[in-house]
């Protein structure tokens, strides 16, 4: 793609991975509500191209997005127990003005994170925990309709509804990814539900690599590993997109230790582990969201 990037949420979690996995392989505009520190931002990024705003700010949002190719739109409220003037305000309203933006401006292709929240309600008591486990056969494959477990997942089902409307009034290219359990090193620990959705930093950084390249219309697909555990299909994002992964949380024990006889180092040669260099970034892990985490969540929920 020859046309600058915008990545807007850049400073948080997702931004992050994704930066740290395919940061030099394009021309980035960032965009963040935070100023984002130089260890956070790939090398040849400018101080022309970050940009300190919020997503609602129509005027800012419109200057970001003139003359890119295409939009990651990570930005809003992570908080699953976020209260609705928030995901109303951060998540619906600032996703509107993001997508009108990119629709107005030409852009061709839009990635928008959305969530397992948004499907959150087909965890039935009647089917956990035996759904998290490699035996049963329940698949989620993102035909589905929406099923929210909570306000957030809601703003997230009301962002993949925008993505249809704009795909078919202004033929802009829309993919959601129900994002699942990112977590960098290891899944989460001792928690099946993470384990059964975990996404690797270097299978996200890939898999929105995907939504950069690939050619598609409007699609909804589920953002995680190759689990042994996983109950959501991972087959449209690899038909649709050309996903390969590379992880699979079945290579570490339920602690989250790498079995002794998995091979959990080599990325198969698509991208490196992590793009910053060394020298500026450090051990510096991804920057927290710009909204304070709910404390009691077992894993990095997105």
């Keep these: 793609m020859d046309e600058p990037v915008l990545l807007t949420g850049a400073g948080g979690r997702v931004g992050q991975a994704i930066l740290r996995g395919i940061g030099d392989d394009y ?6 509500r935070e100023p984002l520190p130089a260890a956070k931002v790939p090398n040849g990024v400018t101080d022309a191209d970050r940009y300190v705003a919020d997503i609602t700010d129509e005027r800012a949002v419109r200057e970001a997005v003139a003359d890119v190719g295409a ?15 928030s995901v109303l305000r951060n998540n619906i309203d600032g996703t509107q003005v993001v997508m ?16 397992n929240h948004a499907v959150g309600g087909y965890e039935t008591d009647e089917r956990t925990p035996d759904l998290y486990r490699p035996e049963d056969e329940y698949r989620l494959d ?33 993919v959601c990814v129900r994002i699942g359990n990112l977590t960098k090193d290891h899944p989460p620990r001792e928690y099946e539900r993470g ?17 950069l390249r690939a050619t598609y219309g409007y699609e909804v697909v ?8 996983r109950y959501y299909s991972i087959e449209r994002a690899c038909e649709a997109l050309g996903y390969d992964p590379a992880d699979n949380s079945a290579n570490y024990t339920f602690e989250g230790e ?10 198969g040669g698509r991208y490196a582990a992590d793009g910053f260099d060394a020298d500026r970034a450090g051990d510096a892990p991804p920057a927290e969201p710009n909204f304070p985490a709910d404390p009691d969540a077992p894993g990095d929920d997105t």
């Design 258 to 267: 790498p079995k002794p006889d998995r091979d959990t180092e080599t990325n």
């Design 71 to 85: 939009v990651i739109h990570l930005a809003g409220d992570p908080r699953k127990t976020a209260p609705w003037d």
């Design 142 to 174: 993102g035909s589905e309709l929406p099923r929210p477990g909570n306000l957030y997942g809601v703003s997230k089902a009301a962002g993949e509804s925008l993505g249809r409307f704009y795909h078919d009034e202004f033929g802009m290219s829309v």
């Design 222 to 229: 589920y953002g995680i590993s190759n689990n042994d555990r």
């Design 27 to 32: 021309d980035w505009r960032l965009l963040d």
């Design 100 to 115: 009108r933006a990119a629709a107005d401006a030409g852009v061709e292709k839009f990635a928008f994170a959305s969530s």
């Design 195 to 211: 384990q059964a959705m975990w996404l690797s930093h270097r299978d996200c950084a890939h898999l929105f690599d995907r939504c």
